[in-house]
């Protein structure tokens, strides 16, 4: 449990399954899975925590840092997630000010419930600040305090969603990495190969993805389409080489992409408002004043 002084700014709430018991520490094996107490947790001192339980401890951060000491060395951010199995010992930090919400539970099914959803325990994961989790630890802890008609089935059934919306929270933000890390590997290629001629097709075909899709992902990643993203990477090597190489226009078009130098021109002169003869001599002028 956690261990601090109290201060006035603090906000502290617990709710036990069987309030007359002290921390609720149970293994339940009677039942798939059971809530043993759960709460709200705000400091804004810094706390330590360390333990040893016979269920498991989900902490869901929303805001500050904790640094856990173990079972593992690293630090928690809002919106990171961890949950400690039984039977290990742990130690945490809470660097002020700092918040989370926390469950304690166990069940017959509750290692395989968490496994089913593809959570991780003793290890942080990061599903991020999520609406639809705070309304369901929120109802938790509503139904363990007002303790009306099925309240212990109902909490559980909360448990199970919350636990599910982590799932795909976890899923949703695996998933937006991995397309953020093939867009970066796009954009590299694209950065080092200005030279060579090739389509938004042929690229989207590399990434094996529908040309929408592969345009929608990459505009997400960069900010822009990938034709504007090739036509920004090559113009602003053209303008490169204009005012720092005496390279012709004609080459300087070649070297960027553009076998049709007329096309190389009206685009320049879009994107920079002056031809590339113009450019260069406007930057010669402007150096020797």
Request: glycine residues 4%; positive net charge.
């Amino acid at each position: 449990m956690d261990k601090s002084p109290k201060l006035y700014n603090d906000k502290l709430e617990s709710y036990y399954r069987i309030p007359t018991v002290k921390d609720n520490d149970f293994c339940v094996t009677d039942q798939p899975i059971c809530i043993n107490c759960t709460g709200y947790s705000q400091y804004n001192c810094t706390v330590c925590g360390d333990s040893l339980r016979k269920d498991f401890y989900c902490i869901y951060l929303t805001q500050g840092e904790i640094s856990v000491k173990y079972p593992f060395q690293k630090t928690m951010h809002a919106g990171d997630m961890v949950i400690f199995s039984p039977n290990i010992s742990y130690k945490y930090t809470g660097i002020k000010p700092f918040s989370y919400y926390w469950i304690h539970f166990s069940g017959s099914c509750a290692r395989q419930f968490l496994s089913s959803c593809e959570i991780k325990v003793n290890e942080i994961i990061h599903p991020g600040i999520s609406e639809n989790l705070l309304i369901a630890l929120k109802k938790i802890m509503n139904t363990f305090k007002n303790r009306k008609l099925f309240w212990e089935s109902i909490s559980i059934s909360e448990l199970i969603r919350f636990f599910a919306e982590t799932g795909k929270a976890i899923s949703r933000n695996n998933e937006k990495k991995n397309i953020t890390t093939e867009m970066e590997k796009v954009a590299t290629y694209i950065q080092s190969n200005i030279s060579k001629v090739f389509s938004v097709n042929e690229l989207a075909k590399e990434q094996h993805m529908s040309v929408s899709s592969f345009r929608n992902k990459f505009k997400e990643y960069a900010g822009m389409s990938p034709q504007e993203y090739i036509n920004t990477v090559r113009l602003g090597e053209a303008s490169r080489l204009l005012i720092t190489t005496d390279t012709s226009i004609l080459n300087i078009a070649t070297i960027c992409g553009y076998n049709d130098p007329m096309y190389f021109s009206r685009i320049f002169r879009n994107k920079t408002g002056q031809s590339p003869r113009e450019y260069r001599k406007n930057f010669q002028i402007n150096s020797n004043d």
